[in-house]
């Protein structure tokens, strides 16, 4: 069975600072996605990246990148220039639960200091 | 695109009624997901449609839910003779499985109180 793990309940930076997200997780998938989605207070899971599991280059979004250690099996989210509409639950994704479908860990909530 | 939108978006229950939640997918998206979500927890995956076909269920779905998407369009979430258990996030979400990557996008969620 695929498992996530978010090992930072939660995590606090100044606005405009850098902060890194982790997740490791374990799949029997041979080729597959990564996602990151955001939670925030109005509750709608918002997709911030995704990283293609056989590509070595790492994925950016803008102000969002990931560090992807397929041996490892990491995937960690990096955010700069923190701004303070970044403030939400963050949840990494990986196949499982229905083909296609997503397991995700508990989250990070993610608190931006002004 | 309209997005996925879930009605209703509030509900409150007393144990033992049944309750109906729909979900209408972005359009032309030819999978359909139904999620619980937890205060705390990251989202639980419980049933999912490849255009009609319910084609995978997980333990969660115990028998007092169902769920049903009967022209492949939008779809309906049911639980019968609710328990406080039942009280959570219920999240649809959809996907184009023909497009590389089969990314999810998620609605707004249904939240269900059981008093």
């Known amino acids: 069975a695929q498992t996530v793990t978010q090992s930072q309940p939660e995590m606090s930076v100044q606005e405009a600072e850098t902060v890194t997200l982790s997740c490791t997780y374990d799949?029997?998938?041979?080729?597959?996605?990564l996602f990151w989605y955001k939670q925030p207070p109005s509750r709608q899971m918002i997709l911030v990246i995704r990283?293609?599991?056989?590509?070595?280059q790492n994925a950016t979004e803008n102000r969002f990148s990931v560090n992807f250690q397929k041996a490892a099996k990491s995937f960690s989210l990096k955010i700069s220039d923190s701004q303070l509409g970044d403030a939400a639950m963050y949840f990494c994704?990986?196949?499982?639960?229905?083909?296609?479908?997503?397991?995700f860990g508990k989250g990070t909530h993610l608190i931006i200091q002004p | 695109d309209t997005g996925v939108s879930q009605d209703p978006r509030h509900k409150i229950t007393k144990r033992g009624q049944n309750v109906t939640f729909r979900c209408d997918p972005i359009?032309?998206?030819?999978?359909l997901y139904w999620y619980r979500q937890t205060l705390g927890q990251g989202p639980e995956f419980l049933t999912y449609?490849?255009?009609?076909?319910?084609?995978?269920k997980s333990r969660l779905l115990s028998d007092r839910f169902s769920a049903e998407r009967p022209k492949g369009s939008f779809s309906t979430l049911e639980i019968q003779r609710t328990e406080q258990g039942d009280s959570a996030m219920y999240l649809c979400?959809?996907?184009?499985?023909?497009?590389?990557?089969?990314?999810?996008?998620f609605g707004e969620g249904s939240w269900l109180t059981v008093v």
């Open positions: 979400a959809s996907s184009d499985s023909l497009r590389s990557g089969n990314t999810i996008y």
């Open positions: 799949t029997s998938e041979s080729d597959y996605y």
């Open positions: 990283q293609e599991a056989y590509k070595q």
């Open positions: 994704a990986v196949p499982g639960g229905g083909a296609d479908g997503l397991t």
């Open positions: 359009s032309e998206h030819n999978r």
């Open positions: 449609f490849q255009n009609e076909a319910q084609l995978e």
